[in-house]
């Protein structure tokens, strides 16, 4: 635990500059708990190690003792549990193999593809490796789901985690390990038929209330074009030509950098955001204050969904990322916990499980100010 300090001799210009961030972290002082023993559970290292959890070596993946600890702390009320970021499946996943309903929903169709694969029951056959140059051929021959599933493992392990392909196909041993993990895991049969469905976390293919908690991980607000990670077996998994899906790839990086859509919300948004907004166009960043501003617009029809699925009383987790762009200090976890206030949650508690980087910044009389990666933990007010 550490405590948070409080610094003096601030120069009222910059005070200025940064009061609404500055008003924010006082709102919530007395709610942000620092405790690095969840850092090892907001990332996915976890993960790797762990049966069913392992296919997908996946840069933004949560832990699976994450979500153990939503089952046995969070305080559900009755319903399914839904994860609207499902991403690699960790909630989904872990909730089958514990037994509880839930649903997650993924924009990416081939991470709720290889999500939902967990459930199959029946294992690869044992496989005879076609030549290198062959084994795209090879997976669109494939009819067999528990066979295609080993295929995307075997490919997604030969990206690094920043997207980089480390060979141009899977060399046969990635494959013949992916055909004994996959078989190892299938042989472990789940307790429910979870689903994973591609769909919008701001519009959530769930009827209103049918929910008893969520737990989630939005991506993180970053100019890292995460589409990297997964167009390979995108592109696999669509049968699309690699050629084609480099140049999705580029479409993506551009769309996030260059011409975001524009936001018509932006009057709802929190003061801080404004404030983060001003510093960015005045420095002359308009497309970094473009992909802040869609962000949070983005963030907030999320929130007023998750509210619209959720019982009264349910938990919600949100597991969030701060960032620093361009000099400009975002408390993205503080931004969500306000926005999340104004629709209607309350919040329970804010979980501080790491510093994204180092720093000795001074945010008006607060110091040693740098992004944070926390658990906002939210509920929805009871009814009376
Ligand atoms: C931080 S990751 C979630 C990781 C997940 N907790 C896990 O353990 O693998 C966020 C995911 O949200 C997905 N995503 C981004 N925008 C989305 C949207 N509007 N609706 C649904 N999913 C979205 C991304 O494709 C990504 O897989």
Redesign the pocket.
Known sequence: MQERKWGKNVRIDQRRRVAAREALEHEFDELVLIDDAWETLVT?EG?RAEPLHRWLP?R???SPELVRKFFADAGLVPGIVV?????????VIEAARLGQAAVG????PV?GWLANARGLREAPEPVTPPEPENWRSWWVSQSHPAQKAMILCAAARTVTGEGKRKVAAPPWELIRDAHIMVAEDLARPLKRPNRVVT????RMPLADRIAGGMV?????LSRYD?TRV?SFIEALHRNTPLEESRKVQVTAAVKQGIKPPKATDTHLLPEAVHEILRGLEGAGHRADAAIVRNYFS?MRKVLVESLRVLRPGAPAWF?IGGADIEHEYIPSDLICAAMGRDVGFTVDGIIEARRLRLGQRQLGFLTGISPRESIVRFRVPDED
């Open positions: 996915g993960a996946y933004q993946q949560f994860d609207p970021f499902s991403g690699s499946g960790t909630t929903t993924e924009a990416l991470l769909g919008d976390a701001r989630t991980s939005p991506p993180y995460y997964t983005d597991v």
